[in-house]
């Protein structure tokens, strides 16, 4: 399959090997040295923010030596910085001399998290990413302390993938949070985080995340080679990076998959995947993907196996009717008339008796409102957004059946079908079918089910083409790997599943080596 | 040579043609003018022009290949 | 990171190709009629021929390890001849194929669309089957994984459906062997030998590229016999419904019996899976047979054969149309000229005249080496 | 790797599409009976029954109008007929909801092989409608007998053969197919069923038919018509039927057979046991004697007692082995009654005895396969009944027994 691996090598990026600070202006008017004398750092700083309110160089007194402290106010923790860096620095009895920075930091600041900027551009970066520069006059280097964020949005419940039973808490915004929340999960020290800046104005801090003895080199490489290549501007959410990294865009199918819960992305490392971590998005994303990550909710495993295995069945169906009901029933109701039993028919076309328009043209206009419904609802303030269901329930429900527009049959289509098309796990795979419904009731209502299936097996064909960072989209299925069906279509019990994905390559193929099988205490005279 | 897909194409189909041309000599007993033209001749009334877009589409598209081929190649001498 | 993105055919890919090929429209045509309600005994002894068919298939690539059958014409006849020899053998897969496509064609439109040209779904086939092969044969395979748990589930059930519909009459089997092995032998040979089984040559040019071609002879054997089981099964289940006569009658026997099927009074008229299984045979039978061709086009032409796919798909769908003006000229060139005039000659003759120069030149080329 | 070509094809493929077979429901009339008579001018009279669709609705229920129309048209072949119905009607028929095709008398003497090889080669017709041949009243009648509970007269027809086979078996349960091979085998003749009219014709083509508590006409089972090849050449009645169907596949049916055997009474003094056969199988067998084949059906079954109006105790063993064998004398005769009376009144074999014989005995039977009626007229039968009786409902001792004896 030279044609999809090569897609990606085709396109050579020119300016590779980027991200570091030393490249992170590119501007000819920025002087890249650092002086020795602060006032002339203090001018060049100054040139820069020029017209920045927030900017802040105060001067103080270190050791006896005159220097400068320097800052973006609104990017700092306040009470830390006079806590433990203002207070720190001045109220130190006796000046103590010192030899570098390393050691004036040792001697002022023991506590504080703590980088040697060695030249200007770093100095500016570390400025601009929240920190809190101290440069003194007569060194070569400044001292850049970290002394955290201020306010940010607290950890709360996944709003987009809510369960009922199993950990509630959710990504958050910042990336050190995020990988905090994983890291809790898993302590493991091979649990590594790649941190990457991506987006020459936005220097997005990127981490990509995964446990070193269990994932693939290849596939590592690969993705660490497609995150390098990203040449953006700006990185504001994980999905700019989804669109960048992903094997083929030609595609309704998302082939990186998100989540906002942490356990979600345990499992996924656990299994062998790498998880990108974007500053900024509650939303990480887990690669390589396959389709039936999809149907695989996190609840499934903190549920009894026999039920989740129920539920994902009724989640694979649920995607085939989302997909293929409405079609079914144009394809049904004007070509293959035969296929009705004679009483439903009769009753079908009483329905229709005094409809207006073909079954195409209702569907569709059926299914076109109840998408403009559905963005509504997304997009209305919290206010308002129940005078739209109200509405939309009434104008498409009732009046439209009352008026003789569409018959009542097709409104339990159309209202079926977007139930079922709610029932993924991940919103973004929904999207997926609703876009293909209106492909397949358009095919439906050319050729009837002849063109349904014939959308059937192009639909699979396509998916069967797909790959996600090499890995077939259909994995366990097709190539068909009879090992790894434990984790597919059904869960078999959490006991049974020792091994990992095989599909992924994972250096270390087995989880666990215990046969251990639970079972009740054996019976007094059965111990031998 | 340079225009191998289309020459491919013509020679693909003028062969297919001539062969089932033979097998409807042998069973229908007609001249051979007739057969051949009942075979190559767009017949009105039927929906046979469609398949005759669709051979003018794959003549079309075999020409566009050979067009890329060749100025891939250009380009590839020059560089 | 390539040696997980390079992907070739897997042996159980290969085993499923070759089943739904074997299946693919020697489910949907009745075949064997001239043995009458022994049509499954002539199915079976077919099989077994067909056993022997696949081993020679494979014993002639095993001498050439790595060339497929036109490399190998080419190894032997040299480039003039064997390339003659290979465009004659596209032609004869193209002519195939276009048969194979008009077979499922008829079937629609008698079947389903009364009304739509046959053209249409001549168009609407060949351009699923351009995209299949566009994305490879491996994808081709891969698809069929997918499928296959339908495919085969569909026909098996059809038989239980129609059984419990109670339509099936076992005593239509009856009397086995009533008039002799004779008619059965007339069955066997030419047709039920070329039909099904005989055009395993198609697959000479997709076994050198499987994944392990030491055991690919095993797969073959068990696909054959497989496909062979279930065409027997097949057979039994037309014969048991229709009777010998409607079936010798009908022109899609296993539609018809599926017709049969009422279950529930809610289950009926379900003969759209039996089309889903003809249309997803079909569409692999044309698959492979054009990818045999596409294959020596690249050979003769020297350019990656996915140029060639929309020229020839375009060819396919022409002579599929134009390949006869009637069903019945379709039928009459089925059973008289083409397995006389193209299966025997392109499926046994030349491969059997090319063994002897093959093993020949083998030997020499040892010898040279030693 | 290059999309367009694909692109260019799909789009082709859109403007290719006419939508050929398409019909929208609103286009469509369903036709669920036709009729089939012989012409006053041309070789057939073609009547369509169709269902008014409108009448089913929810929100126009109780409405005026009739449940279904029929239309009638002459015409020499059906399949013209059936394409120029639109003479009259509006919309486009469809056939495949075809629930009885009813075949007049007239029609049937002729032969029917003309117009059901339209049926048979037409893709439209299911396999599942009731083939019935009209007695009295020509064919179209029948389609316009309504009936208040279903509305529409062939729904009621099918429902009412369904159920009659399910409950008694007094219909042959032939469908197309049966009847197109038994026409075609020339070991087996066929059958079909065959009704009549109870009542004024007139008055049950109004809908004021189904106001009465007594519905002034009603369509019946009026047993089964035999044919010679696809000529039909006479009736035999419900009981017959029920024990022809018995040959073949019957499911259930109930018996009253006599308790005592007295050859004198008549059936009003009789005391009789009420039997239900729940399940039942069949075999049919050609068995040669000297060189002459002599056919033989074996019935194996169970049977429970619904009713009795005998006084024996049917605690007792004994009584269990009286009944089981009154029972097995009493079908073992009905059974052999009608074969010898289609033998001698018709001489055809419906029963496939010809093929069993072919089955079981294949050189023979293609000595005698030309001119196998003959042979079966003449052949010698014999009816071997092994049903057994199980259980007796709720109650065991009938209150008949325990009834103090008067004198």
Known sequence: MKLFGSTFLRKKNKNRGKSTEEELFQQQDITKYYSRQVDENKKHLGELFKGTFDFKCESIKIGGLKGYITYISTMINKNELSNRVLQAATNRQTDQSFRDMVEMRELYFPSIDYKVSKNFHQVVWSVLNGEVVIMVDGYMEALTLDIGLPQQRAISEPSTQTIIRGPKEGFVEALPVNIQLVRKRLKNPRLRFEVFQIGSDSKTNVALGYINDIVNEDLLCEVRERINKVDVGALLDSGNVEEFIADKSFTPFPLVYNTERPDSVCGHLLEGKMAIIVDGSPFVLTVPTLFVDFFQASEDYYQPFIMASFVRMVRYSSFMIALLLPSLYVAISTFHHELMPTQLLISIQAQREGVPFPAVIEIMIMELSFEVLREAGVRMPRVVGQTVSIVGALVIGQAAVEAGLVSNVLVIVVAFTAIASFVSPIYNFSIATRLLRFVVIFSASFMGLYGVLLFLIMMVIHLVSLRSFGIPYLAPVAPFRPKDQDDVFIRMPIWKNKKRPSYLYPKTPVRIKDQYKPGPPKPMGDQR | MIILVTFMFCLIFCASIGVITVFDLYLYNQPLLTIVKANVSFQRGTSQWMIYSVLLVGFCYSIGVDYRVRKNKKTSKSS | MKNILVEKLSLWQLFILIFIFEIGSAAVVSTGNDAKQDAWIALGVAMIFGLGIGLFFHFLLSRAPGKNLFEIFQLCLGKWMGGALIIMYILYFIYIASRVLRDFCELITSFIFEQTPVEFVAITMVVVIIYMLYLGIEVMGRTSEIFIPYFFSFIIIIGIAVFISGEMEFTNLLPILGEGIKPVVKAVFPQLLTFPFGELIAFTLIIPYTSEFKKSKKIILLAVFASGLILIYNAILQIATLGVQMRARSNFPLLSSAREISLLEFIERVDLIVVFIVMYGIIIKVGVFFYGALKGLELLSKRPYRMHVVPLGAIITFLSVKISDNFAEHIEEGLIVVPMFLHIPFQFILPLLILPILLWKTKKSKEGRE | ?407
């Open chain 4, 1 to 407: 790797m290059n999309r367009k070509p694909f692109l260019l094809l799909v789009i082709c493929m859109g403007f290719l599409t006419g939508c050929w077979d398409r019909v929208e429901l609103n286009d469509i009339s369903i036709v669920t009976g036709l009729a089939v008579d012989k012409g006053k001018e041309m070789k057939y009279k073609l009547t369509v029954e169709i269902v008014n669709a409108s009448q089913f609705s929810k929100s126009q229920m109780g409405g005026e109008a009739s449940p279904a129309i029929t239309y009638s048209l002459e015409g020499n072949s059906v399949s013209e007929l059936v394409h120029k119905m639109n003479i009259g009607i509006t919309r486009r028929l469809i056939f495949s909801h075809t629930r009885v095709l009813y075949i007049g008398e007239e029609v049937a003497k002729e032969g029917v092989l003309e117009f059901l090889d339209y049926l048979d080669r037409s893709g439209q017709f299911r396999n599942d409608f009731n083939i019935v041949i009209t007695q009295g009243e020509k064919a179209e009648v029948f389609t316009k007998i309504t009936y208040p509970v279903q509305k529409v007269p062939s729904l009621k027809m099918h429902k009412q053969t369904q159920s009659f086979i399910e409950e008694w078996g007094g219909d042959p349960g032939v469908r197309l197919t049966d009847f197109i091979s038994a026409v075609t085998s020339l070991g087996r003749n066929p059958v079909a069923a065959a009704i009549k009219l109870k009542g004024d014709p007139k008055k049950g083509s109004s809908s004021e038919n189904n106001q009465s508590l007594d519905i002034e006409s009603l369509v019946e089972m009026n047993g089964m018509a035999v044919f010679q090849d696809d000529k039909l050449v006479g009736f035999l009645d419900l009981t017959d039927t029920r024990n022809y169907y018995w040959t073949q596949e019957l499911k259930n049916t109930s018996l009253s057979v006599p308790c005592a055997k007295q050859d004198e009474a008549k059936s009003r003094d009789q005391l009789f046991n009420d039997l239900r056969v729940t399940e039942t199988y069949t075999q049919l067998k050609v068995d040669l004697k000297s060189g002459r084949p002599v056919l033989k059906v074996k019935i194996t079954g169970e049977t429970r007692i619904e009713a009795t109006q005998c006084p024996d105790d049917i605690t007792k063993i004994e009584t269990y082995n009286k009944f089981e064998k009154q029972t097995n004398e009493f079908v073992a005769n009905e059974i052999q009654k009608t074969i010898e009376k289609v033998q001698e009144e018709y001489g055809a074999d419906i029963f496939g005895f010809g093929e069993v014989f072919n089955r079981q005995h294949h050189k023979e039977y293609k000595k005698v396969e030309k001119n196998w009626d003959e042979v079966f007229a003449q052949a010698e039968v014999e009816v071997e009944s092994d049903l057994h009786l199980r259980r007796s409902g709720i109650r065991a001792k009938s209150f008949i027994s325990e009834i103090p004896k008067q004198d």
